[in-house]
């Protein structure tokens, strides 16, 4: 740099040569007056530093320094850049991010890279600035750390005057404290166990079946199921001893199923292959007790292998034995071998009302 500057650094509050913009002064004095208004020009306002210092160089690559602490803007301008020119504009007190460059000159043309510690920013590394100006976005988070430098630099420079811009920056505050891991959600077969998890976690089940999206939560160390994906049903089984035959009969069976007093019902034997058919008189939801009057039966052995589940009302009147014929009205299959008539009929056969054939067989019809 010269050893005297004609040119005069201003500020929006003050101006480094007063009264007499081309009095000569040194380098010596124009380094002390930037730094004398870059500690007075900073004030916070909510947080953030309203830095206002502007510069005006000659056509000189002297690094003109001023101190900066975080920030939203910082006005520049330059007089007569010089192609490869870097000028150091500020350095960094407070972490901030770097957003934007708005720049234009009076008349000519150049290219403008904003760079942080040497390094271009992604989007701001070459801007092409014209009398009409420009503004240009960082396209990737850029962080300005405490002590780091900003830097301006020209390059094809091309009678560019009075060159002024604007560095958009952002204060960029230190992580918060790590959250806390929110609920994990367990998937798997079968009822939960006691030892999965913690406090808070979801199960789901996955087995096929009437249980298939069952969900619990874990609170105080146990599973509690809060919902199912499939309604309450009526197919049920129950242990309990009970001997065939009519009259009241009571079971334990599943709880949560979906019967109601007035439900009619058929329990059988998975074994045996006796059954009941009746009304429901009672169910009991949390305990699964299910009371029904039993008004049809079929076997009379006392079985623990039930199955349950919703019956039909019967059509007409129950009939039995041979009632399932008219005795006037008979209908016979000959034996073309045998030449012997069958006689066809319906019969009850285990519950389920069929045509049964009478195989002994008659010569002579009546």
């Known amino acids: 740099m010269s050893e005297t500057t004609r040119t005069a ?30 500690d007075s020009a ?32 910082i006005p ?23 957003d934007a460059l708005h720049a234009t000159c009076v008349s000519g043309t ?10 271009a920013v992604t989007g701001l590394s070459a801007v092409a600035v014209t009398s009409s100006g420009v503004t240009a976005t960082a396209t990737a988070l850029n962080t300005v750390a405490v002590g780091d430098y900003i830097e301006i630099a020209w390059s094809s420079v091309s009678s560019c005057v009075n060159f ?42 996955t087995d096929i079946g009437a249980n298939l999206g069952d969900t619990y939560i874990k609170v105080s160390g146990s599973w509690t199921l809060i919902g199912k994906l499939s309604g309450p049903g009526y197919l049920a089984s129950s242990t309990t001893s009970v001997t065939t035959g ?32 009746g009304v429901v008189t009672a169910y009991n939801t949390s305990t699964g007790s299910l009371t029904a009057t039993m008004d049809r039966a079929s076997g009379s052995g006392t079985r623990t292998d039930w199955t349950i589940n919703l019956a039909g009302e019967m059509g007409g009147g129950a009939l039995g034995g041979d009632d399932y014929y008219s005795p006037t009205l008979k209908r016979y299959m000959k034996n073309q071998t045998t030449g012997l008539y069958h006689r066809v009929y319906c019969d009850d056969v285990n519950g389920i009302p069929s045509f049964v054939l009478d195989t002994t067989g008659t010569s002579s019809p009546t």
């Open 246 to 277: 009519t009259g009241s009969k009571t079971w334990t069976t599943q709880t949560g199923l979906a019967y109601s007093v007035g439900a009619r019902i058929r329990v059988w034997s998975t074994g045996s292959g006796d059954w009941m058919e």
């Open 164 to 205: 002024a811009a604007t560095i958009t920056c952002r204060a960029r505050y230190p992580n918060g404290p790590a959250g806390a891991f929110g609920p994990t959600t367990h998937f798997g077969s079968g009822a939960p166990s006691s030892g999965l998890g913690s406090n808070g976690d979801y199960y789901i089940r």
């Open 110 to 119: 150049c290219t403008v890279a904003v760079k942080i510690n040497g390094v």
């Open 42 to 73: 900073v004030t916070r306002q909510d947080d953030a530093t309203a830095f206002t210092l502007g510069f005006l160089l000659g056509s000189n690559s002297e690094a003109c320094r001023a101190i900066l602490r975080c920030n939203e803007s």
């Open 76 to 98: 520049i301008f330059f007089a007569s850049p010089v192609d490869g020119t870097k000028t150091i504009i500020s350095r960094a007190t407070d972490p901030f991010t770097i």
């Open 9 to 38: 650094i201003k500020t929006d509050a003050d101006t480094l040569i007063p009264d007499n913009a081309n009095q000569e002064v040194s380098p010596e004095d124009v380094r002390n007056r930037v730094k004398d208004l870059a």
